[in-house]
């Protein structure tokens, strides 16, 4: 056995056991811990696949993240567990159909083509090798800002409209809030933004409060 294959068989191990522990555990708080754990274990097998942008990508978004948010949530609410728990009893059974279909899947695979790790190497690769001299980030950038420019360019306005259309959704005026005009604001001139009031010499102003106490 290599070096690169017991690494892929540590990292598989790994990352199956903390996924079926976000599942078993008990403590919701445990259960996301074991999510990130699963989470580093799929960036360190894609990197042994050299696929080491989606491995940061993995890293930085969803560890960074996504999974932080989910632990703060977690911590931070008052959520009711019990009630999420007979949920998932109650949907069990498509789950355990769906999951039967998925090892039957499984199995066939390993059937055909067992347990060889060479057979990844005979499909095309996605990216140039590494004797060709480049990154996998790099050819991925090259990929994406060349051919792929339009549909790059295309999903991020997606995102925005999305965005956008969730703030709209989500936004609510409130009566009785004094709210900021910029057209206002912008329109003001010195005579309606300075008050100069002449003061006697000798005098000074008495405000009103103590005027009608005087």
Do not use: W
């Not at 990216?127 to 990154?135: C, K, N, R």
């Not at 991020?156 to 005026?173: C, D, E, K, Y």
């Not at 009785?176 to 309606?192: C, E, L, M």
């Amino acid at each position: 056995m290599t070096l690169i294959a017991f690494f892929f068989y540590v990292f598989a191990v790994l990352c199956i056991a903390s996924a079926a522990m976000v599942i078993i555990a008990r403590n919701p708080v445990h259960a996301v811990l074991f999510l990130i754990l699963a989470f580093f274990n799929a960036a360190g097998l894609f990197v042994l696949l050299g696929a080491e942008f989606l491995a940061m990508l993995l890293v930085i978004v969803y560890v960074g993240a996504v999974a932080v948010l989910f632990l703060f949530v977690v911590m931070m609410l008052d959520v009711d567990f019990a009630e999420l728990k007979a949920g998932f009893i109650k949907n069990a059974p498509v789950g355990a159909i769906v999951g039967g279909i998925v090892l039957v899947e499984l199995a066939l695979l390993f059937i055909v083509h067992g347990f060889d790790l060479g057979t990844a190497g005979k499909l095309q690769a996605a990216t140039p090798p590494l004797e060709s001299g480049i990154a996998n980030t790099e050819a991925l950038g090259r990929l994406i800002y060349t051919k792929y420019v339009y549909f790059f360019q295309a999903s991020g306005l997606i995102l925005l409209v999305a965005m956008i259309g969730a703030i709209v959704l989500t936004l609510r005026h409130k009566e009785g809030v004094k709210r900021q005009s910029i057209a206002a604001q912008v329109a003001r001139n010195p005579a309606t933004a300075v008050e100069v009031v002449k003061v006697p010499s000798g005098s000074a102003i008495v405000p009103s409060s103590q005027g009608q106490n005087s």
